[in-house]
């Protein structure tokens, strides 16, 4: 689909598609209400595929940038649902200089509702490039994974307990923090749920965590505000 056919399509479709990757309403009620906005010879099928994310025309740092070293990394979740794989990424000149690894600070990313996709995998690589460690876990690790399809991921979300999911957050937050190539200082960011989980890692974390920044998502309750020790910067609009 071309840019201008992008621009085309009305400001109450992409609510309609809010709505539906947030899990409020059904894909049959989501093309059904995208008919509605069928306009200018753009069919409703047009719209729902300019309205999904393409994941390679956001992409800024490409899977094999020499400049990274990147991995996939399975690690125990005893109190989640049993393991939790993830996507670990380094810069090459941390690991490149001696013998030694250096320790980094880490960073936890968060996916949305979805799953790991491209997208977050790609921002964990731009923290690299800023000379962090990052790691991105997959909540869908014990549903298979992430499916390659966000309306798929959307619904094995649904299937995990919310509990299990967390926990899974929590042990990829230990691991990393307690990595010998880590310095032992971690933040967390996060995206949609993923800003949730970061609000809920920093009360549940305290002062093992040093700084998060969600994007999006619930708060933490008031009560449980005196727990966080972490620095805050929330980002809403």
């Given at each position: 689909?071309?840019?201008?056919?992008?621009?085309?399509?009305?400001?109450?479709?992409?609510?309609?598609?809010?709505?539906?990757?947030?899990?409020?309403?059904?894909?049959?009620?989501f093309l059904r209400g995208a008919k509605k906005f069928a306009v200018a010879g753009l069919s409703a099928t047009a719209i729902v595929q300019a309205l999904m994310p393409n994941y390679a025309l956001g992409q800024q740092v490409a899977r094999d940038d020499e400049r990274i070293r990147a991995?996939?990394?399975?690690?125990?979740?005893?109190?989640?649902?049993?393991?939790?794989?993830?996507?670990?990424?380094?810069?090459?000149?941390?690991?490149?200089?001696?013998?030694?690894?250096?320790?980094?600070?880490?960073?936890?990313?968060?996916?949305?509702?979805?799953?790991?996709?491209?997208?977050?995998?790609?921002?964990?690589?731009?923290?690299?490039?800023?000379?962090?460690?990052?790691?991105?876990?997959?909540?869908?690790?014990?549903?298979?994974?992430?499916?390659?399809?966000?309306?798929?991921?959307?619904?094995?979300?649904?299937?995990?307990?919310?509990?299990?999911?967390?926990?899974?957050?929590?042990?990829?937050?230990?691991?990393?923090?307690?990595?010998?190539?880590?310095?032992?200082?971690?933040?967390?960011?996060?995206?949609?749920?993923?800003?949730?989980?970061?609000?809920?890692?920093?009360?549940?974390?305290?002062?093992?965590?040093?700084?998060?920044?969600?994007?999006?998502?619930?708060?933490?309750?008031?009560?449980?505000?005196?727990?966080?020790?972490?620095?805050?910067?929330?980002?809403?609009?």
């Open positions: 689909m071309s840019s201008k056919e992008r621009r085309t399509v009305p400001i109450e479709a992409i609510e309609i598609y809010n709505q539906f990757i947030h899990g409020d309403i059904s894909r049959r009620e991995s996939y990394e399975t690690i125990p979740s005893p109190d989640g649902n049993g393991y939790v794989r993830g996507y670990l990424v380094r810069p090459y000149s941390a690991d490149s200089r001696s013998e030694t690894p250096s320790q980094l600070p880490g960073i936890i990313v968060v996916h949305e509702n979805r799953g790991l996709n491209p997208h977050t995998e790609d921002v964990a690589r731009r923290f690299a490039l800023a000379n962090f460690m990052a790691f991105a876990p997959d909540v869908l690790t014990s549903v298979g994974g992430y499916p390659g399809d966000d309306y798929q991921g959307g619904q094995l979300f649904r299937q995990i307990d919310n509990g299990a999911k967390f926990e899974d957050i929590v042990a990829s937050a230990l691991w990393l923090k307690n990595r010998s190539d880590c310095t032992g200082k971690i933040g967390v960011t996060g995206f949609c749920y993923g800003g949730s989980v970061s609000n809920q890692l920093a009360v549940r974390l305290g002062e093992d965590l040093a700084a998060a920044v969600p994007f999006y998502g619930g708060g933490a309750p008031a009560v449980d505000v005196p727990n966080i020790r972490a620095a805050i910067m929330v980002q809403h609009g």
